[in-house]
């Protein structure tokens, strides 16, 4: 996606402006200098906006980045944290009491950030000369990512503004209720599935399509229990216009390899290239590949502040394969004593077996999210410390699940299977029209939330589904979160379902109220 990194930076300039006052000195100002009063007026200057839409994924706090499996998979009852850094831990534990450290506060900037280079670009390209199709093509892109940005804040947030105007250093926004936020998501998604082509070529690649906006469109649309909206944003992808397009890629693991990346099952992902360390935020030079990995990674080879719980390995085990072996999905999906069935001595970290690392009895029993990890090309993970795997934000088999999901509400329950089995066929499973035939909605759904974890662990989907399926507002659902991550002892109904907001946020707009019970 050269084009797209091309340009992406060379718009922050631009971008970055209105937060500046002009000297009151009376120094000559440089004509050739990019500023607001010459920029926003070509085809390329459009091209350079919306591409810094895109470069603001590379922040650590964006969609796909650094911190973002922090509140989607560890603080889900699927992950826990094992981190020195005790506010980084509080997140997994929520418990958390420092509202403006680094991790909540870049993750709330960053994504606001977002929002506003997506409003520039909706607020300026319309006025300038240039082919109408590539116009409206822009303006669907931007659209997509301010959905995607706002679907990521109104659920770890909850109540937050919403801004469709580029900001100035003055204002000073209120919250909206939630409503206001999903139906700007709608609308945005609705828009740029109109307008967006179905699919792009060689540099293009990765750029938002018309798939990608139904699909986040069904997500939206699922989350709000909105099922019939949902079940037909997604059969855009499954039996309408974008079937040739999409669908699933024979061996599992190439959804989360750099070297398989914008395949056929990728509905979006962000796209990551190793660049130079420390090279700034938006200059050329800049770090765009992601950092991911060693805070995912075991000891030794990473920070280890993340860990999956063994429980979601014991689900991969309540079921074998057609062929009596074992679900090959666990081995993508976790790393720790038998990631190979052969146990220690042939499960490899990092290029040397589990059994010879010099593991304390304490880490020898964890369990590790394997996915997005480095270790199938690299045995020195700090070598370099970012990663070019790109970060498959939908892929086509969470499309085939949140289908089968609307339609078994819908009472459609039989014509769900299909979906399903398509998924369980892959991993080499028998289709679950054999094995389990006949369900009605509620075993149905509870099927479902199994095939869920075993197909989607370590995607930045737990979170959500838990909130979806009701478990952050029942105390008795709430316990069952409780005896597989004990974590969720300190979660406190009416409250942690939302992370608080940065106090430093809160101390500069007297509009913004923090959460209920922070």
Not at 36 to 57: H, I, M, P, Q, R
Not at 86 to 106: A, H, M
Request: proline fraction near 6%.
């Amino acid at each position: 996606m050269n084009t797209l990194l091309k340009y992406c930076f060379v718009a922050t300039f631009a971008l970055s402006v209105t937060a500046c006052k002009k000297s009151l000195d009376l120094d000559i100002e440089n004509p050739n200098r990019i500023d607001e009063s010459n920029f926003w007026k070509t085809a390329k200057d459009a091209l350079a906006g919306v591409n810094a839409v895109y470069g603001n994924f590379y922040r650590n706090g964006a969609p796909g980045s650094r911190w973002q499996p922090y509140y989607f998979d560890v603080r889900s009852d699927d992950g826990y944290s094992t981190s020195p850094w005790p506010e980084l831990r509080s997140v997994s534990g929520l418990n958390i009491t420092q509202y403006s450290f680094e991790v909540n506060y870049d993750t709330w900037g960053h994504h606001w950030r977002g929002i506003y280079r997506a409003n520039q670009v909706l607020k300026n390209v319309p006025a300038i000369t240039m082919d109408a199709g590539t116009r409206d093509r822009y303006m669907g892109e931007a659209k997509f990512i301010r959905a995607l940005y706002y679907y990521n804040l109104v659920t770890i947030w909850g109540n937050i503004p919403l801004i469709l105007e580029p900001s100035n250093p003055a204002d000073k926004p209120s919250q909206v209720p939630q409503e206001q936020i999903w139906a700007q998501i709608e609308k945005d998604l609705t828009e740029a599935a109109a307008v967006l082509p179905a699919s792009y070529t060689g540099d293009e690649l990765g750029r938002a399509t018309k798939g990608a906006a139904y699909g986040l469109l069904g997500r939206a649309y699922l989350q709000q229990k909105k099922y019939q909206q949902a079940a037909d944003a997604l059969a855009w992808l499954i039996g309408g216009p974008g079937q040739p397009l999409y669908d699933l890629v024979p061996n599992y693991g190439d959804n989360f390899k750099h070297t398989t990346e914008n395949n056929k099952e990728s509905v979006f992902e962000i796209q990551f290239k190793m660049r130079p360390e420390n090279g700034g935020d938006d200059g050329p030079t800049s770090n765009v590949g992601t950092s991911r990995a060693p805070f995912f990674a075991p000891p030794g080879h990473g920070f280890s502040d993340a860990n999956m719980h063994r429980w979601v390995v014991g689900e991969f085990q309540k079921e074998n394969t057609a062929t009596n072996q074992r679900d090959p999905r666990l081995a993508v999906t976790a790393l720790y004593d038998s990631t190979d069935v052969g146990g220690p001595n042939v499960t490899m970290v990092y290029g040397a077996s589990f059994a010879s690392k010099n593991y304390g009895a304490d880490v020898r029993n964890r369990v590790w999210y394997r996915k997005y990890l480095d270790d199938y090309f690299r045995v020195n993970q700090f070598e370099v410390f970012n990663s070019p795997i790109n970060y498959r934000v939908i892929r086509f088999a969470d499309v085939l699940l949140m289908y089968a999901e609307a339609l078994n509400a819908l009472g459609r329950t039989a014509e769900a299977y299909t979906s399903v089995d398509r998924v369980r066929l892959r991993a080499g499973l028998t289709s679950l029209s054999v094995s389990r035939p006949g369900l009605t909605q509620a075993p149905f759904l509870q099927q479902l939330m199994h095939e869920r974890i075993t197909e989607l662990t370590g995607e930045s989907v737990r979170w959500n589904d838990l909130a979806r399926w009701g478990y952050f507002d029942d105390a008795s659902k709430l316990n069952e979160l409780k005896s597989r991550d004990t974590e969720f002892t300190n979660f406190e109904i009416g409250k942690s379902k939302y992370m608080p907001i940065p106090q430093s946020e809160l101390d500069i707009n007297p509009n913004l109220i923090q959460n209920p019970k922070y």
